[in-house]
């Protein structure tokens, strides 16, 4: 089944927030924001700004009736700055227009003051200053002191991943429509309509009941609106509720640049250590995660980062510890794997230097350590159902790892200019929240009296089609036709006190909501089909759009049960809930059982670097990836696909660069460079599994979000092994991305 929005996305049709038709007396919005990283404000002068003509209201913080606070998980951020400014980009204020370019042009009028700060503005120094969002958190397993002096081998180092843009089609946006007795209503382009309702209420200071948020789609989200739709919702909402009329506000793409959070950057030691046979008997790493200005994710996400620190690899004894570091960026978020990718590039470069420095190939540790059924996490949790090593296996004999290494080898000798490189990356990653208490979801379903069904979940659609499952799972319960089904708008009248569509978790959590309700309606219309047959309803089931007795149809349609039970006077609408059974977790003593699952994986990448330029190209990603039972191969095959290539991004070629004095200097795409279809790998082969799935997951589909986003990781260490190829004398660095730049200089290095 082809995902349910391609229709109109392909003929432009498909809805999008600045797609809404705006009423006439339309207003629209526009922030000032800070033009420093740190300081206070000694003044700002609107005086000129607000005369210019169309110039309706300019907000600060002092037209807010509630609280001016946004913060999440810590309330550390207001909503426009009050008499300090902590990033470049901060909003200040927000300039309320008859039309945008009249609110532009007003911007450019307001001058400010500012008694400027130190800025700081990588982990490290913050670190060095004591400047940190919240207290470290560590993962202990084992004893790692001891099991160093035992070991053959022991190797540090270093490493460091950059941030990423998440560069989503359309930008963070809203439309706040006032409605009758100071009700508003927003249509807002976020992950989470539920956090957006409950900060609007906290700021405007009225009750959630008088805030409706409304989601049709997102133009991707990738993480970025998981906690980032939301200033720019409540700014709108904050105007509608003074001046009572419609607020748009859509950010274009410099000011979204310039003033969302992005995927955190890490500055990363470690210490691995070895015993004769290659088993990793020790891991140790320190994690600087550049937390920016505010907390917004980032508790959340480095603690995602120490459960993924071993990745699929089972090490006995772990050490790590995760510092969440206050710096003058913009408060980084959630980036599609939160924070789980920049943990597992740091033991990869922490195998990588080991197998280096013992002049074996990475691959053989990586495969001596691979992580087995009943082996336990540094969290706790005891591995089960695990696919590392059939993953592993079948990549390799799939896609003849043996013979491309000799191949690659060959092709080495023979050439000068141009180097192969190969490498494998197991992925291992964790499905659930990390916070027990998000794990949940509810839906809403109705049973129109024709027979045609609606329904509302609080999955939000950001392109990943959870949609599109959702009306699988419906279809496949209810025995009918996928065109009865239709999908609602997802909305906090009808869904409420949701978990944003995040974790690679909306799919399950919603789905199995989904489930659960259908099956409720569902044996209610069986009560109802075996009155009208007079048979035992236990033999009675729905399939094709009619009813069946023990196989066998009788004369009795879908829309016959469903109009009968109206006049049965049975409810023809459910409302389920589900919850995550079995998980748990105890932070005093960081132990427990997060996850629901993992899921498993190998990608084998090849590269071709030009070594007289420096510039590579990918030849080909092979990956055989646990689907579980996949319900939708094409959506998880597009899946894996476009998770890969924002993996290679990451790794390669996006290049997020801030100035010390804190201002975004890869403000435009002509300065920050997205992988295209020419950068991207020339051959992608995606070959799923073969495995029964698991229960908890929705129908034995297992999520498939994020977890391939860490299949990039290994083109990195592709590259890494062609430069070495070329330059013996080369000296391993783990500083991604591997740009161009960085490979000609490493390719020349003496
Ligand atoms: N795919 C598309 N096309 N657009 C997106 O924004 N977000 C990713 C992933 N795939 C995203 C996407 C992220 S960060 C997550 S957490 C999951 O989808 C969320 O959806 P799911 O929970 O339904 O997998
Ligand atoms: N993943 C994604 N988003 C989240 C999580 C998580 O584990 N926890 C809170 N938001
Ligand atoms: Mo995804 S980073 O959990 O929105």
């Known amino acids: ?118 800025v700081i503005t990588t982990a490290k120094e913050a670190k060095e200053k004591g400047s940190f969002i919240n207290a470290p958190r560590s993962f202990e397993l084992g004893n790692t002191a001891e099991s160093f002096s035992n070991c053959e081998y022991v190797f540090e180092g270093e490493t460091f991943s950059n941030g990423q843009e998440h560069l989503y089609l359309e930008t963070q946006g809203c439309y706040a429509i006032p409605q009758e007795n100071g009700n508003i209503k927003l249509i807002s382009s976020t992950q989470g309509p539920t956090s957006v309702q409950q900060i609007t209420a906290r700021v405007l200071g009225v009750p959630m009941h008088k805030i409706e948020v409304d989601v049709t789609r997102l133009g991707g989200g990738f993480g970025g609106k998981e906690d980032q739709a939301t200033p720019w919702a409540v700014m709108a909402a904050v105007a509608v509720q003074h001046l009572k009329k419609p607020v748009k506000h859509i950010l274009n793409r410099h000011d979204d640049l310039r003033m969302t ?59 790590t510890t995760v510092y969440s570091c206050k710096t003058n960026l913009p408060p980084n978020t959630a980036f599609r794997g939160f924070g789980g990718p920049q943990g597992m590039f740091v033991i990869e470069s922490a195998i990588a230097k080991a197998a280096d420095e013992l002049r074996i190939d990475k691959r053989e540790i990586q495969e001596a350590n691979l992580l087995s059924e009943n082996d336990e996490f540094s969290y706790g949790q005891i591995a089960t159902q695990v696919e590392t090593k059939s993953s592993w296996s079948a990549a390799k004999s799939k896609f003849e790892l043996e013979k491309l290494e000799d191949q690659i080898e060959k092709f080495n000798q023979e050439n000068s200019q141009f180097k192969k490189g190969v490498s494998v990356m197991p992925i291992c990653f964790g499905i659930s929240f990390t916070n027990t208490p998000m794990n949940h979801a509810r839906a809403l379903i109705h049973i129109y009296q024709d027979g045609s069904v609606g329904i509302s979940t609080g999955a939000v659609e950001m392109g990943q089609s959870v949609n599109t499952k959702m009306l699988q799972v419906a279809a496949d319960t209810l025995g009918i036709h996928p065109l009865k ?29 989904v489930l659960k309700a259908c099956n409720s309606l569902i044996g209610r219309l069986k009560k109802v089909a075996s009155k009208m047959l007079s048979v035992d309803e236990n033999l009675i089931s729905f399939q094709n759009d009619v009813v069946f007795i023990e196989g066998k149809k009788p004369e009795l349609t879908w829309e016959n049960v469903v109009a009968k039970a109206m006049l049965e006077r049975v409810a023809l609408s459910e409302n389920a809930h589900y919850a995550t059974p079995i998980i748990h977790f105890d932070k005093s003593k960081e132990k427990g059982h997060p996850f629901a699952y993992h899921v498993y994986g190998t990608a084998i990448s090849t590269v071709t670097v030009d070594c007289l330029r420096g510039t590579y190209e990918i030849d080909a990603v092979n990956i055989i990836h646990d689907f579980g039972n996949s319900m939708n191969i094409g959506i998880d095959i597009g899946q894996v696909e476009g998770a890969l290539a924002q993996g290679i991004g990451w790794m390669t070629l996006e290049e997020i660069a801030y100035g010390d004095d804190g201002k975004l200097l890869s403000n435009a795409l002509s300065t920050y460079k997205v992988p295209d279809v020419f950068s991207g790998p020339k051959k992608i082969e995606v070959v799923p599994l073969e495995t029964q799935g698991n229960e908890m997951a929705i129908l034995k589909s297992k999520a498939v979000g994020e977890p391939p986003l860490m299949y990039g990781i290994g083109v990195y260490f592709a590259i890494q092994n062609a430069v070495k190829a070329f330059n013996k004398k080369h000296k391993l660095r783990y500083h991604s991305p591997f740009t161009p730049e960085k490979v000609l200089m490493a390719l020349y290095e003496k």
Do not use: C
């Open 485 to 513: 089904v239709k999908l609602e708008t997802t909305n906090t009248t009808r869904v409420a006190n949701t978990s944003p569509s995040a974790a690679s978790s909306t799919a399950d959590l919603n789905g199995k909501a």
């Open 261 to 319: 959070g992005k995927r955190h950057p890490y500055e990363s030691t470690f210490k691995i250590g070895l015993n004769k046979d290659l088993k990793i008997m020790a891991f140790e790493a320190e994690f600087l995660q550049n937390s920016g200005a505010a907390a917004d994710l980032s508790p959340a996400i480095a603690e995602r980062t120490l459960f993924h620190a071993t990745n699929s690899y089972f090490v006995p004894n772990v050490s």
């Open 1 to 118: 089944m082809k995902n349910i929005d391609s229709y109109t996305h392909v003929r432009g049709e498909s809805i999008f927030v600045d797609d809404v038709i705006a009423r006439q007396d339309t207003l629209y919005g526009l922030v000032f924001d800070a033009p420093k990283a740190h300081g206070k404000i000694l003044n700002v002068d609107y005086s000129v700004a607000e005369k210019v003509e169309g110039v309706v209201k300019i907000f600060t913080y002092k037209d807010i009736k509630g609280e001016n606070q946004i913060g999440g998980i810590l309330p550390d951020e207001p909503l426009w700055a009050e008499d300090e400014i902590h990033f470049w980009g901060q909003p200040i204020a927000f300039i309320v227009a008859e039309s945008e370019s009249i609110a532009k042009k007003a911007r450019a009028l307001i001058t400010i003051n500012i008694d400027e700060l130190p």
